[in-house]
């Protein structure tokens, strides 16, 4: 004999919702133009502290002098902070102006 369920028998149930979770907001790290720091050394700063290869970090380059500002990079806060800091010892520690910011995306 089978049996016939009933509404009580789904009542029994329970609902498992699955908290949303929400990505953790990103920030762009900016680098921006001065009529001092050679453009070498912006090349040299990219290559190094954002991996990018020789032809990116000159065409970021080219973008930061003839536009003012580029952005180089999207990360977790944590990261476009640490980012930014290194960019700044960096410069600091060869005696260029160079500056580097970061903003919510």
Known sequence: MTSIPNDRDDA???VKTKPKTQR???YKV???NDDFTPMEFVVYVLERLFSM???QAIEI???VH???VAVVGV???EVAETKVAQVMELARRQQHPLQCT???E
Do not use: C, N, Q, V
């Open 12 to 14: 029994d149930l329970a």
């Open 24 to 26: 953790p907001p990103m």
């Open 75 to 77: 990360f977790s806060h």
């Open 61 to 63: 380059m080219l973008t």
């Open 66 to 68: 003839r536009k003012g």
């Open 30 to 32: 900016l680098l921006l």
């Open 102 to 104: 970061m903003e919510k």
């Open 53 to 55: 290869t020789h032809g």
